[in-house]
T-cell receptor, first 108, second 112 residues
Framework: GQNIDQPTEMTATEGAIVQINCTYQ??????LFWYQQHAGEAPTFLSY????GLEEKGRFSSFLSRSKGYSYLLLKELQMKDSASYLC?????????FGAGTTVTVRA | ETGVTQTPRHLVMGMTNKKSLKCEQH?????MYWYKQSAKKPLELMFV???????ENNSVPSRFSPECPNSSHLFLHLHTLQPEDSALYLC???????????FGQGTRLTVV
């Protein structure tokens, strides 16, 4: 399987910025995904990176460096509704493997 | 509503019970998946079906038995489960076996 590491928990203040890092070790890399999962709900797609660089989508951005086996998800202008678990997932050898998720708590 | 519907949302069962989880998708996808999500652990892929044929079984104990009667429906039959099987069971679907999966909301299973 893939070795996918991300922090367990992060806390930030409303309006702030939070960066969630994800490192992975894999062969046959085909892309990296970020999902958001609110408690008791389905994981929902946030972003997909297959080439190096930054993908921006509104308040959320995702970065990938294939040579370093590294990605991050950047959440800007945090809102209370952003409190959720964020899952890093690597698609390699046509299999999707997940990290354990990072629980982000946004405080007022 | 994600397009993938799972029932029931919550299930409590004894170790000697038999129950089934159901998943339904109306997205026109032809690949369906069962994942297990335990607290603080990565999602674990259990089974993959592509065009109704099982293409992956990740060493899942035989007390979990999947069934895929057609491309829109997927079942997970449960019998003689253990307390450590308590988890969130997520169904997902995709077009072919690409990584762009859509998840259902899951069934929260508690084995007592």
């Amino acid at each position: 399987g893939q070795n996918i590491d991300q922090p367990t928990e992060m806390t930030a203040t409303e309006g702030a910025i939070v960066q969630i890092n994800c490192t992975y070790q894999t062969s046959g890399f085909n892309g990296l995904f970020w999902y958001q999962q609110h408690a008791g709900e389905a994981p929902t797609f946030l972003s997909y990176n297959v080439l190096d660089g930054l993908e921006e989508k509104g308040r959320f951005s995702s970065f990938l460096s294939r040579s370093k086996g590294y990605s991050y998800l950047l959440l800007k202008e945090l809102q209370m509704k952003d409190s959720a678990s964020y899952l890093c997932a690597v698609f390699a050898d046509y299999k999707l493997s997940f990290g354990a998720g990072t629980t982000v708590t946004v405080r007022a | 509503e994600t397009g993938v519907t799972q029932t029931p949302r919550h299930l409590v069962m004894g170790m000697t019970n038999k129950k089934s989880l159901k998943c339904e998708q109306h997205l026109g996808h032809n690949a369906m998946y069962w994942y297990k999500q335990s607290a603080k652990k990565p999602l674990e892929l259990m089974f993959v079906y592509n065009f109704k044929e099982q293409t992956e079984n990740n060493s899942v104990p035989s007390r979990f038995s999947p069934e895929c009667p057609n491309s829109s429906h997927l079942f997970l039959h449960l019998h003689t489960l253990q307390p450590e099987d308590s988890a969130l069971y997520l169904c997902a679907s995709s077009q072919d076996d690409t990584a762009f999966v859509i998840f259902g909301q899951g069934t929260r299973l508690t084995v007592v």
